[in-house]
């Protein structure tokens, strides 16, 4: 992309080897890096900066810096995610629970003994249906007790989960 200047002002953007025109009217082409004209000259636009972590762009304009045109983001903080919020795919999650020594066979043997009833039923299709795995479901955090597993600990390898498979946003 190239911006076409006039002195120290954008007058319009131009894309390589395309026609563009002047104020006067008049046509040129094609369009190249370092084309000028008396007051007029065409400049590459330079990318803009890196985004940093944390923030994210909610505007992008061409804008003269040290003399060239450059691409300028308009940055806005990024509210912070908490890992524990962020769900587990299935794979993920029977993965996490491998690690703590907690396997699938465990736990459908822990719902088979379950007294008969809605809770047991609502547990066979969570542990049969679910697609994914959230830290503040119920039968979770039941069948975390039940293997003796600590809400802290439980936390902590939800975010070693959801650090080791990059499941954060952004």
Do not use: C
């Amino acid at each position: 992309m190239l911006a076409l200047l006039k002195n120290d002002t954008i007058l319009s953007v131009v894309d390589p080897g395309a026609w563009f025109s002047l104020p006067n009217g008049d046509q040129v082409s094609p369009a190249f890096h370092g084309w000028h004209a008396g007051e007029f000259r065409l400049a590459e636009v330079q990318p803009a900066e890196e985004v940093p972590s944390g923030k994210r762009v909610v505007a992008t304009s061409i804008e003269l810096v040290a003399g060239q045109p450059k691409h300028v983001n308009t940055l806005e903080d990024v509210a912070p995610v908490d890992p524990l919020t962020i769900p587990l795919p299935r794979l993920e999650f029977w993965l996490a629970a491998a690690e703590v020594s907690v396997s699938k066979w465990g736990i459908r043997d822990r719902i088979a003994d379950m007294p008969e009833g809605r809770e047991k039923h609502e547990a066979i299709a969570w542990f049969e249906e679910a697609k994914q795995y959230r830290r503040n479901d119920p039968i979770l955090n039941a069948m975390a007790d039940l293997e003796g597993i600590p809400p802290e600990q439980l936390d902590a390898l939800w975010i070693w989960a959801v650090q080791t498979w990059e499941l954060m946003p952004g």
